[in-house]
């Protein structure tokens, strides 16, 4: 059974950091796809950035320069390091993997997703 769980939400203040965790089991998805999504208070549930290579990356324009993606292929981990952040950085952030070896920016392009964790940004 294929699990991904999330990790490292919290609150910080405008301008702080934050780094997000993504621990997946069940199987590898080395040479596939993952992606941190995030949903805003009112708002569709949107990418912020995918993995499959460092050669082969996407960020969201409104995260690029402050977040950075990474990924720990041994262990099946994912990280979102996020730096500089803003108040409209806030959402509940969710980890999604898939088994493609395309990067797809919509939700339904990922075949296993967390929980997701919460992330508020003050000003």
């Known amino acids: 059974q294929v699990q991904v769980v999330e990790s490292g939400g919290g609150m910080v203040q405008a301008g702080g950091s934050l780094r997000l965790s993504c621990a997946a089991s069940?199987?590898?998805?080395?040479?596939?796809?993952m992606a941190w999504f995030r949903q805003g208070p009112g708002k569709e549930r949107e990418i912020v950035a995918a993995?499959?290579?460092?050669?082969?990356?996407f960020y969201t324009r409104s995260v690029k320069g402050r977040f950075t993606i990474s990924r720990d292929i041994a262990n099946n981990t994912m990280y979102l390091q996020m730096n500089s952040l803003k108040p409209e950085d806030t959402g509940v952030y969710y980890c999604?993997?898939?088994?493609?070896?395309?990067?797809?920016?919509?939700?339904?392009?990922?075949?296993?997703w967390g929980q997701g964790t919460q992330v508020t940004v003050s000003s």
């Open positions: 993995h499959i290579s460092n050669d082969y990356l």
């Open positions: 999604a993997a898939s088994v493609s070896n395309l990067i797809a920016t919509t939700a339904t392009g990922y075949d296993f």
């Open positions: 069940g199987r590898t998805f080395s040479g596939y796809a």
